[in-house]
């Protein structure tokens, strides 16, 4: 059981655009900055938004992120084939004094 | 090119040992948090424990899924960081990653670059 969490999928059509919730509490999401990560299988997991909203360089603005509350949420626009994978959010826990994880969306371009 | 790179898994009994190595490169190693995560076969991702950089005068810390079982160190001469396991258990079958993690002002973090990770499997 997850601290922080995330639906097991979301899916959408090629070009659509999809959300992926991040549900967490005042110890965690509304303390601390979030990141997103993107996990292709066999593959390294790649960071996609970190402290809420802010892209790496080399990331496409197709990504986005935002936190409300003890919520976070990522964006995806166009969506390709490509982008079928895993996601997962993380921060830190105070009452945990620990990094977390959510359990992990399954992204599904149908 | 900054990269990090895991080895030394393999399989082992219950109860046994294991000592992970990362090794850096590319960057100044002691100005970076490394963190080891861990995914089990079919599970999503773990966080399993960090040292810090320099700046935070390389103090660890742990899930509470392996704390007193592992211990996290690091050799800034090597620019390595290794994850000691001992009393292993089925339950940490999982490949291994690690990550650097830089702490900015007012909390912010970034995990930027992760290795591709080292498998350890104990089983019997």
């Known amino acids: 059981q997850s601290v922080l969490t995330q639906p097991p999928s979301v899916s959408a059509a090629p070009g659509q655009k999809v959300t992926i919730s991040c549900s967490g509490s005042s110890s965690n999401i509304g303390k601390y900055y979030v990141s997103w990560f993107q996990h292709l299988p066999g593959t390294t997991p790649k960071l996609l938004i970190y402290?809420?909203?802010e892209r790496p360089s080399g990331i496409p603005d197709r990504f986005s992120g935002s936190r409300s509350g003890t919520s976070a949420t990522l964006g995806i626009t166009g969506l390709q084939t490509g982008d079928e994978a895993h996601y997962y959010c993380g921060t830190w826990d105070s009452s945990l004094s620990a990094l977390v994880f959510g359990g992990g969306t399954k992204l599904t371009v149908l | 090119e900054v990269q990090l790179v895991e080895s030394g898994g393999g399989l082992v009994q219950p109860g046994g040992s294991l000592r992970l190595s990362c090794s850096g490169s590319?960057?100044?190693?002691?100005?970076?948090?490394i963190d080891w995560v861990r995914q089990a076969p079919g599970k999503g991702l773990e966080w399993v424990g960090r040292?810090?950089?320099?700046?935070?005068?390389?103090?660890?810390a742990y899930a509470a899924s392996v704390q007193g079982r592992f211990t996290i160190s690091r050799d800034e001469s090597k620019n390595s960081a290794y994850l000691q396991m001992n009393s292993l258990k089925t339950e940490d079958t999982a490949v291994y990653h690690c990550?650097?993690?830089?702490?900015?002002?007012?909390?912010?973090?970034?995990?930027?670059?992760w290795g591709k990770g080292t498998t350890v499997t104990v089983s019997s």
């Open positions: 402290d809420n909203d």
């Open positions: 990550a650097r993690v830089l702490r900015g002002v007012s909390s912010s973090w970034i995990m930027d670059v």
């Open positions: 040292t810090r950089g320099k700046a935070h005068s390389y103090t660890t």
């Open positions: 590319g960057f100044s190693f002691s100005d970076y948090y």
